[in-house]
């Protein structure tokens, strides 16, 4: 390779071939993917014919990859001529919205095309500042322009035109971005006036023997060159027209020339200094009066060959050898001693064999060899080896070199590319055409030309301008307040007034009405919008959930045998408990029934419910909310005050609020990918939180996201090495007294880390088991518990540098953890029925507590705020107690729940595939009354003969009280047994009464 001068003289050029062409062809070099751009032919007064087919002088091109065109000009009387240029096309993010309704207020997601970009590979843009995105896309809740664009391709590689048959291009030499000469045979000089598009041979004479070959060549400006062939050096005053010899010893052999400017060069080769018919020396020719004369100096070291020199200066300058003895000279006297710089290549005693050198200044400078690459710091010895393992199989580069912040190394089919002065590296392919790329030249604008062993050119343009798409999401006016007459739940048949304040335009609500407040009659929890349109297509929205909790209705029948009032309750939730009433006292009843009247007053019945739950988004049906996303379940959610709360879920999504829920800021978590599973989340105050997933890599590994801003950015953080097979479970994080707050993560084969550096790195703890871990808890830094699998428990008092194991054997399946104080814990167990458990003895023993006796449900997560206020989730309810866990009541939210967080007895949340929020239940919701009449209660009579203390003896299935009339019908015996003391409320005998235990009548 031939390094370059950036000389920029004026020049004029003659074209004395035949073939030079006489027209060219102007248009852009690089455009985006997708754009448009025009190219012009020049100079064409014949016919004219374009690579596309068109005939027209100018032709508009929009192509999807790079493309080399070619025009064809024929004139009257000549052969047809033709020019060629490559366009090369940078890549185009598209960039696409999830909604029409590109309003601030509308989270519209903006999506790129991920298969070939994501988060690491595009630039993000919020009106031309940088924003943070996840997984190739961006949740836009604020107006501006938005934009992505590539942000890895520092350039592209474009296809140049094929050459004639049997030109090979051995080595170049470029004063400016268009003017370059070219070795493109043994004895054939070629030259482009316009960066290597189009070449034209332009040499008469070289005045070379028959056998000679040209190796190198450089030019100091337009005019003057030197080439050299075995051991003769040439030189043009001409631009190439004519050469002639300036030096000249068939016994030597000259590899490499290198000019400083038109008077000062070397050449370095190397002769037979032995005898044994090989060259085995190395010498350097010098001239300070550009070729007309040439001092020689041989470099007094056996084995020793440069093949390649470059001077910074007329004293210093170095040279490398890559045969016998490989390694790196530096000389401070223009070449006339040199000094060895080879120890600090030497791998394990084999020596290197070097390629190239460049040098940007006499303390910057590089050298690569066979899978290998190193940088001098300082000018002097100390050299610093960089074997990093991309270099380890790169078996042939050729080029190095270092320009606009940018390091290049060349092998045959890839370039590799560092911006950060050889710290870390990239790859850019340049496979255009086929074949292996052996010489390049580096212009000073950053171009690269390249050429292949079959003589096919490609060339490097670097990136010039950006290619981006944009949307542009356009301000909403500020969100109206809605304020309710009413916080609680309403009964099925109250109403509600709604009054929205707040918006300076048109106000309009979901029901229809425009008017400022609004009195609606929900029959079932649903939820209300009002919406201030603004003047630009856009409209801000506010949501008003409202929970109704249903008056049961009280159906009655009568039928036989019994003939007596039965009363049914409907219009109930599934699994609802019942609360019974009769003349206002409560009865030991609470299924819905039927429910057989043995006396005469008045029944009422209502539900028995903790609270309800209220939607904070628009439903789309009056009956309950309905799914907002079903294919992307929200996974945890966390409030750390009554304000503030986070959420995180499927596809990467990640929710906040400051105002309770009233309002949600979505965006996108920036993990590894969307196959990102497993969420939990754990946040110690309204900023510092860490979510915790495992990534599906063909293997899984887990990885944490970390944040000290409330979500607005994160950090990322490896808990194992992709493909590792870790599946992490759970993550928990406390504050410390001082320093970073402690967190630690189990996961799925029994694995617990640690992070004192607040989830920045992750450290191994020793649990002792492979059981699968899915749950912890800890009080402080030193006190915590773990719960897995097969009644699997672990206990520290250390922070985690010991755990104590336990087995719980009647804890299937830790769930759900959570401890008071050291003492007092709770803990559900996973597909257990009714399995919540209790602890008062830090865990060594714990006792079932039962939360719903008439159904089989199943517990997912417990959580106390105290000793007597807790709540316990399943699939359809939330179960709370405020004694302790002695007794529980129900709410329902019919969502799939995955998570629910309270914080207080009043403030809770659920998610599951959509968002609720807690609200207490009302004194009651009566049914209306149901008065039972006396006559309306018909006696007890007998069906058969039997015993007075079987039910199937009597008409309604029941054995007589104190409130019962019975009748003993004719041929019917009934029997009082033994120490039996039966009671009626009267006595009708028509059949026979054996007495042998007593009998009370008429009495209460």
């Known amino acids: 390779m031939k390094h370059l001068l950036s000389i920029l003289l004026t020049f004029f050029t003659t074209y004395l071939s035949v073939n030079a062409q006489s027209f060219t062809i102007e248009g852009p070099e690089t455009i985006c993917k997708g754009t448009p751009a025009t190219l012009t032919v020049t100079g064409c007064a014949g016919a004219l014919q374009w690579s596309t087919g068109e005939t027209t002088v100018s032709i508009t091109i929009r192509p999807t990859a790079s493309t080399l065109y070619s025009a064809t000009c024929t004139e009257a009387g000549s052969n047809p001529t033709q020019v060629t240029h490559s366009v090369g096309v940078f890549p185009t993010p598209t960039l696409t919205a999830s909604t029409p309704n590109l309003c601030s207020n509308e989270n519209v997601v903006l999506s790129t095309n991920t298969t070939e970009y994501t988060h690491n590979t595009v630039l993000w843009k919020r009106d031309g500042q940088p924003i943070v995105s996840g997984g190739g896309a961006y949740v836009a809740n604020e107006a501006g322009r ?71 060549m450089t030019f100091a400006d337009a005019s003057m060159g030197w080439a050299c062939a075995g051991g003769k050096i040439i030189k043009t005053s001409d631009g190439g027209a004519t050469w002639s010899i300036q030096y000249a010893d068939n016994g030597l052999r000259i590899y490499d020339l290198f000019f400083l400017d038109n008077q ?18 190395s010498a350097i020719l010098k001239t300070t009066d550009g070729g007309t004369t040439w001092q020689r100096t041989n470099f007094q070291r056996n084995h020793v060959v440069f093949s390649k020199t470059q001077f910074v200066s007329a004293t210093v300058g170095w040279a490398i ?40 200044d006499t303390n910057n400078g590089w050298v690569i060899g066979t899978q290998y690459l190193a940088k001098i710091s300082n000018g002097m010895m100390a050299w610093s080896t960089m074997n990093y393992s991309m270099f380890e199989y790169v078996g042939a580069p050729f080029a190095v070199h270092a320009a606009n912040d940018i390091v290049w190394v060349l092998e045959s089919n890839i370039a590799y590319y560092s911006v950060d002065g050889g710290m870390s590296w990239n790859r850019s392919y340049h496979g255009y055409p086929n074949g292996s790329y052996i010489t390049a030249a580096f212009l000073s604008s950053g171009k690269i030309l390249m050429a292949s062993k079959i003589g096919t050119l490609t060339k490097y343009l670097p990136k ?38 707040g918006c300076s335009s048109t106000l309009s609500w979901s029901t229809g009405a425009t008017e400022a407040a609004i009195s609606v009659t929900p029959t079932a929890t649903t939820s209300y919008t009002a919406y201030c349109e603004g003047g630009n297509g856009c409209h801000s929205t506010a949501y008003q959930g409202v929970a109704v909790i249903p008056r049961v209705k009280l159906d009655t029948a009568s039928a036989a045998p019994c003939y007596r009032p039965e009363l049914t309750a409907t219009q109930v939730w599934a699994n609802m408990d019942v609360r019974w009433k009769k003349n206002g006292q409560l009865l030991d009843y609470r299924d819905i029934g039927p429910y057989v009247s043995r006396s005469e007053g008045t029944y009422t019945a209502e539900a028995e419910v903790a609270g309800a739950w209220q939607p904070q988004a628009p439903t789309r049906s009056s ?47 920036p993990a590894s990918g969307d196959r990102y599973y497993s969420y939990r989340m754990s946040f110690i105050d309204a900023m510092q939180g860490w979510i915790i997933g495992s990534y599906n890599d063909m293997e899984w590994y887990g990885e944490v996201l970390y944040t000290s801003d409330g979500g607005i950015n994160w950090g990322k953080s490896n808990l194992g090495a992709p493909g590792s097979g870790i599946f992490f479970e759970d993550v928990f994080f406390v504050k410390t007294l001082v320093g970073y707050p402690a967190g630690w993560a189990v996961s799925y084969e029994g694995q617990i880390v640690n992070s004192i550096d607040g989830g920045y790195s992750w450290s191994p703890q020793t649990s002792n088991t492979s059981a699968r ?7 402080d830094h030193h006190t915590g518990w773990v719960g897995g699998a097969n009644g699997t428990l672990l206990t520290t008092v250390d922070g985690g540098g010991t755990w104590v194991h336990r087995t719980i054997a009647n804890v299937p399946n830790f769930q759900s953890l959570q ?18 458990y209790h602890t008062r003895d830090g865990g060594t023993t714990w006792n079932q507590v039962p939360v719903d006796t008439s159904h089989e449900i199943y517990l997912k997560k417990v959580q106390f705020l105290n000793d007597s206020v807790g709540f316990v989730q399943s699939d359809r309810f939330i179960h709370a107690t405020t004694d302790g866990g002695a007794t529980w009541k129900k709410s329902y939210h019919h969502l799939n729940a995955e998570g629910m967080s309270f914080t207080d007895a009043t403030h809770g949340w659920v998610i599951g595939n959509s968002i609720m929020t807690y609200v207490p239940a009302p004194s009651a919701c009566m049914s209306d009354p149901v008065t039972i009449l006396p006559q309306s209660i018909v006696p007890l009579t007998t069906l058969a003969s039997g015993s007075w203390d079987m039910p199937d003896v009597w008409s309604c299935g029941q054995v007589p009280t104190a409130l019962d009339a019975v009748r003993i019908n004719a041929g019917h015996t009934i029997t009082l047994p033994v120490d039996y003391a039966g009671k009626a409320k009267s006595m009708e005998l028509g059949g026979n009464l054996v007495q042998q235990g007593s009998l009370q009548v008429g009495q209460q």
């Open 623 to 669: 009956t309950y909310q309905e799914p907002k996303y079903p294919n992307n379940y929200l996974q945890e959610v966390q409030f750390v005050n009554d304000s503030t709360g986070f959420i995180v879920g499927a596809g990467n999504q990640f929710l906040r609020t400051t105002d309770g829920g009233k309002n949600w800021i979505a965006s996108k978590i």
């Open 146 to 216: 938005y934009t992505v664009e590539d942000n890895i391709t520092p350039g592209i590689w474009v296809p140049y035109p094929a050459v004639p048959t049997g030109t090979l291009y051995r080595t170049f030499s470029f004063i400016d971005e268009n003017n370059g000469w070219a070795i493109a045979g043994r004895q054939k000089i070629v030259r482009t006036d316009d960066g290597g598009q189009n070449w034209t041979e332009y040499t008469t004479a070289l005045n070379l023997a028959t056998g000679d070959s040209l190796v190198d």
């Open 321 to 360: 050898s890559n045969s016998f003895n490989g390694g790196i000279y530096k000389t401070t006297d223009g070449g006339i001693s040199w000094i060895s710089q080879t120890p600090w290549f030497s791998q394990s005693g084999t020596s290197v064999s070097l390629t190239d050198l460049y040098f940007q």
């Open 819 to 836: 401890f008071l104080d050291a003492s007092k814990g709770w803990a559900v167990s996973e597909n257990t029925s009714n399995g919540l």
């Open 464 to 501: 010039t301008q950006s290619c981006f798409s944009s949307v542009t999401i356009l301000p909403t006016l500020s969100i109206p307040k809605i304020t309710p007459s009413i916080t609680a739940a309403l009964c099925e048949g109250e109403s509600i007034t709604l009054t929205a304040s």
């Open 773 to 779: 871990l899915k749950t912890l808890f800890f009080l």
């Open 264 to 281: 000062q060069g070397w050449a370095v080769g190397g002769f037979d200094a032995e005898g044994y018919g090989y060259f085995d020396r």
